[in-house]
DNA sequence: CGCACCTTTGAATGAGATCAAAGATGGTGG
DNA sequence: CCACCATCTTTGATCTCATTCAAAGGTGCG
């Protein structure tokens, strides 16, 4: 699945695409809430989401959380340990999950054997930081209802690239205090901003179900950036 | 200075040192308050800041902006060219400053020949997004005085691993509208913040030389994690 | 010296937090 | 299958921290 995940920005030789699926092996299942990672304790090992939801968060000495990212299907978790020895993160179930499991050594080992992997694995951590950089504008310089919005886009958008999204509707097993902990405002907020956007036409609620009724108006309430393609000309030549 | 930079979680190849030279070549100034990349312009070149301080920023269609990092001496910046056609963010010059310039292919390069420095780039990039995170938890969940605190707190050992401070000072060319961008606060409570903490003995200020009196206290209000060595085991072997 | 920009301070306002309690939902075990 | 309990959502009232607006000092540069 890693694969289909590179093999976006270019194509991957048979060889490449070998060596990423031996990442796949380990395959492990946790129940949701379980940690897969625990702030402050040692790490070595990452992983691929093959399944369900998870978040990775920093817990605050004065009882505070904060939600850094929500990791579906194909992504790649816990990278972390490729510069902390301790995790600086925790990351949590948010449902069942199954993921794929490997130790940091074959992150090393694909540098060296697939120069190329190395880079498009670069290139996706900058995509990242960038999806953080834009949370931390939309909870530093927007207002609540917006902050939500973003949230709303984000996901929504991301659901729809892995095919996730049935008719305008989405899935979001998310509790408000979970929103309120990814957007910086209390679980009481989230709901009375939720129940705005809803009043106000932009998404239609029922249980944990989302429907986006009108993504112009909702990215734009969020001041949503929506980045441009990426693009491969720099990357060196498969090996 | 890259070279040392990276340098510090191995001890880099002769020939790995000669590679990363290569990249310093092409020198460029530029004075304060000038713009080296653009939001939405497209970007094609990285920069390694030589002296002097940039940002690094997000501006919003509702004028907000949010200062996403300060770069130094040694930091490598506009690695979102490597994942995005047009940047995703602004960098300006906080002070006269002095970059080396060279376009993302030379990125190819390294990885390629060098595939060692490639998993160097990714750990500081992971370092960088860590370092990120701890904003976006700062911002999102505590009070106007601790992200005060944490910024001065990220600053100040910042600059004492480069060993600008001297006897407890520093140099901090900001004004207050411009941390107040950076904590996501009004440059109004920026002001109040910061004379409460000198007031409270915390720090010291006089003009832009800002003192640290209490590095303990200031960084336990700050709730401000201090991150653990980084550890190179993973690494592929020099070629 | 004078102007632009920055810092400081005060008063009024407002967005979001906090506190509290009443519905809704869903998973579990009897 | 149903009842119960834990968890989550919803709503109201009040409070507080940070923003906004305004204006008076400082500072440094041309």
């Given at each position: 699945m890693l694969v289909q995940r590179l093999g976006h920005l270019v194509?991957?030789?048979?060889?490449?695409?070998?060596?990423?699926?031996?990442?796949?092996?380990?395959?492990?299942?946790?129940?949701?809430?379980?940690?897969?990672?625990?702030?402050?304790?040692?790490?070595?090992?990452?992983?691929?989401?093959?399944?369900?939801?998870?978040?990775?968060?920093?817990?605050?000495?004065?009882?505070?959380?904060?939600?850094?990212?929500?990791?579906?299907?194909?992504?790649?978790?816990?990278?972390?340990?490729?510069?902390?020895?301790?995790?600086?993160?925790?990351?949590?179930?948010?449902?069942?999950?199954?993921?794929?499991?490997?130790?940091?050594?074959?992150?090393?080992?694909?540098?060296?054997?697939?120069?190329?992997?190395?880079?498009?694995?670069f290139a996706i951590s900058v995509e990242e930081r960038v999806s953080l950089t834009d949370r931390l504008a939309s909870i530093g310089r927007t207002s609540a209802r917006a902050r939500v919005s973003a949230l709303l886009c984000e996901l929504y958008q991301r659901m729809r690239l892995l095919g996730l999204i049935a008719d305008g509707g989405m899935q979001l097993p998310l509790t408000q205090e979970e929103i309120g902990d990814a957007t910086g405002l209390t679980a009481v907020h989230v709901n009375r901003m939720m129940r705005a956007l809803a009043e106000d036409g932009l998404i239609a609620r029922n249980g944990s179900q989302v429907r986006v009724l009108d993504e112009t108006r909702l990215c734009a309430e969020a001041q949503f950036a929506d980045r441009s393609e990426a693009d491969g000309d720099w990357l060196p030549r498969p090996r």
């Amino acid at each position: 699945m890693l694969v289909q995940r590179l093999g976006h920005l270019v194509r991957l030789t048979p060889d490449e695409q070998a060596s990423l699926r031996l990442l796949e092996g380990q395959r492990r299942s946790y129940r949701r809430g379980s940690q897969i990672l625990c702030q402050g304790e040692p790490a070595s090992e990452l992983f691929i989401v093959r399944d369900g939801w998870l978040h990775s968060s920093v817990v605050l000495g004065s009882g505070g959380r904060q939600i850094l990212r929500f990791h579906f299907r194909s992504d790649l978790v816990g990278g972390a340990c490729l510069a902390f020895r301790e995790s600086p993160e925790t990351v949590t179930a948010v449902t069942d999950v199954t993921v794929s499991q490997f130790s940091r050594e074959r992150i090393g080992d694909l540098f060296e054997n697939h120069p190329r992997i190395g880079a498009l694995l670069f290139a996706i951590s900058v995509e990242e930081r960038v999806s953080l950089t834009d949370r931390l504008a939309s909870i530093g310089r927007t207002s609540a209802r917006a902050r939500v919005s973003a949230l709303l886009c984000e996901l929504y958008q991301r659901m729809r690239l892995l095919g996730l999204i049935a008719d305008g509707g989405m899935q979001l097993p998310l509790t408000q205090e979970e929103i309120g902990d990814a957007t910086g405002l209390t679980a009481v907020h989230v709901n009375r901003m939720m129940r705005a956007l809803a009043e106000d036409g932009l998404i239609a609620r029922n249980g944990s179900q989302v429907r986006v009724l009108d993504e112009t108006r909702l990215c734009a309430e969020a001041q949503f950036a929506d980045r441009s393609e990426a693009d491969g000309d720099w990357l060196p030549r498969p090996r």
